[in-house]
T-cell receptor
């Protein structure tokens, strides 16, 4: 496996379900990100982790709960979601969040398309 | 307030011709810009980037131009190929908030035979 992988690729869940999205990066990076992409909207940054520590929570509702057990893995735990949370959820990684040379580019996984009924 | 704008939602270009995708930004603190390409059912793929200290960066058929005074950048693809048909996203970064990329809404490029 190379790059950034995400599972599952598609998920349908009811509003009372609990599910988790998984992301794994094989690039040796230290920073990982969750983004949400809704139809006709730009990608929205949700969470940032750098060296396993959360460094940014972009005012995301608590029904989304991230977890980063190590620099290679990132989870997004979902519970009591709303239909408007239906979207494409993208994971990305970068060297780190230092802003230095080599850290500028984020590499994305294929995404999980989520439908909340 | 959208800080990165791609005002053309779609563009159709004939194979072999030049494709020009445009992006405007409002935040003068942005100092690094990236273009991503996205095929259906895949995540965005990094294509090319440019630092604000440059006004041009070239990589094969892809060239990005930056006009800081106009807060405008463009991606040129020449010659365009059918495999270039995808959605192209412009993104910008402010070194002060290095982890945050601000994306445009994307332009769908269709390269026709």
């Amino acid at each position: 496996e190379t790059g950034v992988t995400q599972t599952p690729r598609h998920l349908v869940m009811g509003m009372t379900n609990k599910k988790s999205l998984k992301c794994e990066q094989h690039l040796g990076h230290n920073a990982m990100y969750w983004y949400k992409q809704s139809a006709k909207k730009p990608l929205e940054l949700m969470f940032v982790y750098n060296f396993k520590e959360q460094t940014e929570n972009n005012s995301v509702p608590s029904r989304f709960s991230p977890e980063c057990p190590n620099s290679s893995h990132l989870f997004l735990h979902l519970h009591t979601l709303q239909p408007e949370d239906s979207a494409l959820y993208l994971c990305a990684s970068s060297q780190d969040t230092s802003g230095g040379a080599g850290s500028e580019t984020q590499y994305f996984g294929p995404g999980t398309r989520l439908l909340v009924l | 307030d959208q800080q990165v704008k791609q005002n053309s939602p779609s563009l159709s270009v004939q194979e072999g011709r030049i494709s020009i995708l445009n992006c405007d930004y409002t935040n003068s603190m942005f100092d690094y810009f990236l273009w991503y390409k996205k095929y259906p059912a895949e995540g965005p793929t990094f294509l090319i980037s440019i630092s604000s200290i440059k006004d041009k960066n070239e990589d094969g058929r892809f060239t990005v131009f930056l006009n800081k005074s106009a807060k405008h950048l463009s991606l040129h693809i020449v010659p365009s190929q059918p495999g270039d048909s995808a959605v192209y996203f412009c993104a910008a970064r402010n070194t002060g908030t290095a982890s945050k990329l601000t994306f445009g809404t994307g332009t769908r490029l269709q390269v026709t035979l």
